[in-house]
């Protein structure tokens, strides 16, 4: 055995403390979690053409299809709601305010709305609603295969379908009118369908064109004692003005066949349609895939409905005086 003077011991014990403290303080370490990382919060902007019931329930599908992939509004997402009021100069406005904003995802309701941010970035992420040909309006190389930063959902509707309804319901027609906007690529193409499926039912489709709302009582009038029944395409300027164009057509006792539900229940006859609700849900879903990194635009191939909703406006079927077939009211939605 030695012996240590005082000295030495104070030194020794001083040097053993601090031994014992450094590896408490390593152990310590050791057991401490990493912070938590924060939530990336995400800036959604939203640009809809014009206010009407479709564009309406699409856009508020797709706020709800977000919701549902678990981005909650005011928690990890913020929307930047924006309606151009059927206005190109505002749309321009709109698709600048979210470049220079930097959103982390653009949603375009209608085809006017996703040409004018197709236009002004080439980089944000864009999915579409409310779309009736992404390849005919220049947003995409390919549907199945966009290669643009452009995707979505097509709401092109079952005009054959429509075209059969027409006759069920109208038997006796042989002149059909159609009123659209004349500057809407998506009316365009659906009129152009309507034309080839009227004729292979014998039907003659007869045109009147309008620019605003200004013009559909005059383009209405217009067909007056031409056409046996009139066919609505999922116009954007004729959907939001029905009542406007059924102050003529209900006076004239003429049948009114829409392409949409929101058409029908704004004062039309009857359809079987796009739900637009479900649309908009979809595309959220589409929008949540891109947030959460599993997927980009170029790759994700446009998407559609496969089933379409039946309405039925009873109310105005015995105002007009036509007899709805039974076969037509089953499963429908029934306005009474």
């Known amino acids: 055995m030695f012996k240590l003077s005082g000295s030495k011991m104070k030194a020794l014990t001083a040097a053993l403390m601090l031994t014992l403290a450094v590896g408490m303080a390593g152990c310590g370490g050791g057991d401490k979690k990493p912070a938590p990382k924060a939530e990336k919060k995400f800036n959604v902007g939203i640009v809809q053409l014009v206010e009407h019931a479709a564009l309406d329930a699409a856009n508020k599908g797709f706020v709800d299809g977000l919701a549902k992939k678990g981005f909650t509004e005011g928690k990890n997402i913020t929307f930047d709601r924006q309606n151009a009021q059927a206005d190109q100069s505002n749309l321009q406005n709109i698709a600048n305010r979210f470049v220079n904003n930097k959103v982390d995802l653009i949603c375009a309701i209608a085809t006017p709305s996703a040409q004018s941010v197709a236009n002004a970035t080439k980089e944000i992420p864009i999915v579409g609603t409310a779309i009736t040909d992404y390849k005919s309006a220049k947003l995409v190389?390919?549907?199945?295969?966009?290669?643009?930063?452009?995707?979505?959902?097509?709401?092109?509707?079952?005009?054959?379908?429509?075209?059969?309804?027409?006759?069920?319901?109208?038997?006796?027609?042989?002149?059909?009118g159609v009123i659209y906007c004349s500057s809407e690529v998506n009316s365009q193409i659906q009129v152009e369908i309507l034309k080839k499926e009227a004729a292979a039912k014998g039907l003659t489709i007869k045109e009147a064109t309008v620019s605003t709302v200004n013009d559909i009582q005059q383009a209405a009038h217009s067909l007056i004692g031409k056409v046996d029944a009139l066919y609505i395409p999922t116009d954007n300027i004729m959907a939001s003005a029905m009542p406007t164009l059924c102050k003529v057509t209900d006076e004239a006792k003429l049948a009114v066949i829409c392409a949409?539900?929101?058409?029908?229940?704004?004062?039309?006859l009857i359809t079987l349609g796009i739900d637009?609700?479900?649309?908009?849900?979809?595309?959220?879903?589409?929008?949540?895939?891109?947030?959460?990194?599993?997927?980009?635009?170029?790759?994700?191939?446009?998407?559609?409905?496969?089933?379409?909703?039946?309405?039925?406006?009873?109310?105005?079927?015995?105002?007009?005086?036509?007899?709805?077939?039974?076969?037509?009211l089953k499963g429908a939605e029934v306005i009474k």
Do not use: C, H, W
């Open 141 to 176: 190389k390919d549907p199945a295969k966009p290669g643009t930063n452009v995707t979505g959902t097509t709401d092109m509707n079952p005009i054959k379908e429509q075209v059969e309804l027409l006759k069920k319901v109208v038997p006796a027609a042989k002149n059909v």
């Open 260 to 268: 949409e539900p929101g058409e029908v229940k704004a004062g039309g």
């Open 276 to 328: 637009y609700y479900m649309l908009g849900e979809e595309t959220g879903a589409m929008a949540a895939e891109i947030l959460n990194g599993k997927a980009k635009p170029q790759d994700m191939a446009i998407r559609s409905q496969k089933q379409f909703k039946a309405v039925v406006n009873q109310k105005k079927a015995n105002q007009l005086g036509i007899k709805i077939p039974e076969e037509l």
